[in-house]
């Protein structure tokens, strides 16, 4: 407003009764509408998107992984009920370790319900093929991610290579079984899983479709 256009007025004579309230409430209504409108255009699909997301996590949907690129000691993570999966290509060296390991370990041969069933699993490879490991990134103490610890005696002087807790310390070889003195109880878990192809895995159930609703003992 220009106000060397407007009629001076007496700042005494203003009544402030005659205030169009009406107007105000119009304003500060229609202010609050478009805020509105505009909370909602942006929740509208974020909460879509959460339902849609309890839906998928309430039905554990499986998921399928390519490994066609995976080098040899190398570890990715994929995601499967909003937990970190490692799948990990084992060399020959790793999985010599694996029975050295057994009298240190606190379950060597996994007997504790980590696994969908006591047949799913192959002896110390813990997987359905040798080279080849899939678990659930989590360790059985409070659930932190464990460090891919690779390098024998990068922990400590006996160390063979495998997963490490950061948090408190649990040890873990490279088929994820739990060493004798770290606080966590029991082995990683294992997923349901199977191949689709060589290069293609799917995680979240078996074969024969099973095992979709399946927890273990401790994530």
């Given amino acids: 407003m220009a106000k060397n256009d407007a009629t001076p007025v007496a700042i005494d004579s203003i009544d402030t009764t005659a205030i169009d309230h009406n107007r105000r409430r119009f304003l500060i209504a229609t202010a609050t509408v478009v805020g509105a409108t505009g909370i909602a255009a942006w929740a509208i699909p974020f909460i879509k998107s959460m339902e849609a997301d309890k839906a998928v996590a309430a039905q554990g949907a499986p998921v399928d992984v390519d490994i066609s690129k995976l080098e040899p000691g190398q570890l990715i993570t994929a995601q499967w009920r909003h937990r970190p999966i490692w799948i990990l290509h084992r060399q020959k060296w790793m999985l010599d370790t694996l029975p050295k390991n057994k009298p240190r370990l606190k379950d060597p041969n996994s007997t504790a319900a980590q696994q969908p069933d006591k047949n799913f699993i192959n002896g110390d ?48 070889d490279f088929s994820a079984r739990v060493f004798d003195g770290s606080p966590a109880p029991l082995n990683i878990p294992i997923p349901p899983y199977y191949w689709k192809k060589d290069t293609l895995v799917r995680i979240g159930e078996t074969k024969d479709g099973k095992y979709q609703n399946w927890v273990p003992s401790i994530w």
């Fill in 125 to 172: 490879y813990r997987a359905l093929r040798k080279d080849i490991f899939v678990a659930v990134a989590i360790c059985t103490h409070l659930q932190c991610v464990p460090n891919y610890a690779p390098k024998p005696k990068s922990v400590n002087s006996w160390w063979p290579g495998g997963f490490h807790c950061p948090c408190h310390g649990s040890m873990y």
